[in-house]
C-alpha cells in the first residue's frame, strides 16, 4: 500500500514514497504505469494505491451512509453511460448528465458528478483506469461476489491488519489500536468486527517493551538481528513515507516533533509548506522544503540543532540525494 496525496512540492507523496524502494523510478511512473500494473487506487486506511490482491478483500464495500432513491437513479444512469464508452471522463459524464453542484465538506460548492463518481468509485461500481493529467478517468467495475460469511469476514480482516503492520511496524501499543480502526474507511461494514481482529492480532504478533514503550511487530521479524552499521546515505522523505507517518514513533526514535504543515496557516509554519524530513544515516536530522523554478530544484533546509551536520560525508551524500532527485523529476 501506497498513500497518495494530490499536492506536488516537488513530486507527489506516492512518486516521493516509491523515489526510495522502486530502482530507477521516476515522478510519475506510477500514473503513467498504472493501467498496465495490477494496482487499484482506493480507500484503505487512508487513500492510496494497494495490490489487487489486497483490494478485492474490501469488497463488496457497505458505505455507512446509504443512497436515497434519487442519488441511485443517477448512479444507474452514469453507470450505464460509463458501460457504453467504455472509459468516461469526469467532464463527459457531467456533459452529457448533468447533475449540478453539492456543497461539499468545507462549505463550499463541488461539481455533483464528481461527487457522484467519487460515491460510485468507493462503493466499488466504478473502478480508476487512468489518470488524464491527474484527473481519475473511470470504467465499470465487475460486481464483487456477495456478502462474506463469518470465518470469511474474520480472515479477511486479519489479512488486512496485517498489510497494515508489515506497513508500519514496529508500532507503539498505544497507536495499534487507533490504525487497525482506520479500517472503517476501507471496511465500514465490517467495524462491529475490528474488536475482535485486534483480539487476534495482538495474540499473533511479537511484542517488546523498550524504554517504558510497547511496542508490536509481525512475529517473524527480530528486530535484534541486522547490521548495526549506520550506513552513509541522506535521504528526503515523504511526509507520509512509512518511515515517517506514525508521529508518536517518529518523536520516540529521533526526539522532535515533525508536523505537516501544507494546511497550516502560512504565519503559523515551523517547518515549511511541503518540509520533507531529512534522514541521514540512521538519524532524521532535519528536513528540506524543494521547489522548481524553470528547470532549476530550490532547496532550503533547517537542522534540528540548529545547523548542519560537518564532515565532508554528509555533504558529498547530501549532493547525492539532490542530484538523485534532479534525475527523479527529469530536471
Known amino acids: 500500500f501506497v498513500q497518495a496525496d494530490p499536492i506536488r512540492a516537488p513530486a507527489r507523496a506516492q512518486d516521493l514514497t516509491l523515489r526510495h524502494r522502486v530502482a530507477g523510478y521516476r515522478a510519475g511512473d506510477l500514473e503513467r504505469l498504472y493501467p498496465g500494473l495490477a494496482f487499484e487506487e482506493d480507500a484503505f486506511v487512508n487513500y492510496g494505491f494497494l495490490p489487487r490482491a489486497h483490494h478485492h478483500l474490501m469488497h463488496p464495500r457497505v458505505a455507512r451512509n446509504r443512497w436515497g432513491p434519487a442519488t441511485t437513479r443517477r448512479s444507474l444512469d452514469v453507470l450505464a453511460f460509463v458501460r457504453e464508452r467504455g472509459e468516461a471522463h469526469p467532464r463527459d459524464v457531467d456533459a452529457a448528465l448533468a447533475h449540478g453542484a453539492v456543497r461539499n465538506a468545507w462549505g463550499g460548492s463541488s461539481n455533483a458528478t ?12 466504478l473502478r480508476v483506469a487512468r489518470r488524464d493529467n491527474g484527473i481519475r478517468v473511470y470504467t465499470a467495475r465487475e460486481p464483487t461476489a456477495g456478502a462474506a460469511g463469518a470465518a470469511e469476514r474474520k480472515a479477511r480482516l486479519d489479512a488486512l491488519v496485517d498489510v497494515l503492520v508489515r506497513k508500519y511496524a514496529p508500532i507503539p501499543a498505544a497507536r495499534f489500536n487507533p490504525l487497525v480502526r482506520r479500517l472503517r474507511y476501507g471496511v465500514p461494514q465490517w ?8 483480539r487476534r492480532a495482538q495474540s499473533r504478533l511479537a511484542h517488546g517493551r523498550v524504554d517504558g514503550v510497547d511496542w508490536v511487530w509481525p512475529a517473524d521479524e527480530d528486530p535484534r ?10 535521504r528526503l522523505l515523504a511526509p507520509f513515507d512509512p518511515v515517517v507517518w506514525d508521529r508518536l514513533r517518529f518523536e520516540r526514535f529521533w526526539g522532535w516533533a515533525y508536523r505537516f504543515e501544507a494546511y497550516t496557516p502560512p504565519a503559523a509554519r515551523k517547518l515549511g509548506y511541503y518540509a520533507l524530513p531529512l534522514l541521514w544515516r540512521d538519524h532524521v536530522v532535519g528536513w528540506a522544503n524543494l521547489a522548481v523554478a524553470g528547470t532549476v530544484l530550490q532547496s532550503t533546509f533547517g537542522f534540528v540543532a540548529g545547523r548542519r551536520p560537518g564532515g565532508v560525508a554528509f555533504a558529498r551524500e547530501l549532493e547525492r540525494e539532490l542530484a538523485d532527485l534532479r534525475r527523479f523529476l527529469a530536471l
Do not use: K
Open 114 to 125: 464528481t461527487h457522484l463518481l467519487d460515491g460510485m468509485h468507493y462503493r466499488g461500481l
Open 191 to 198: 467495524r462491529a468486527d475490528f474488536d475482535g481482529a485486534l
Open 225 to 234: 538481528v541486522g547490521d548495526d552499521a549506520a550506513i552513509d546515505r541522506a
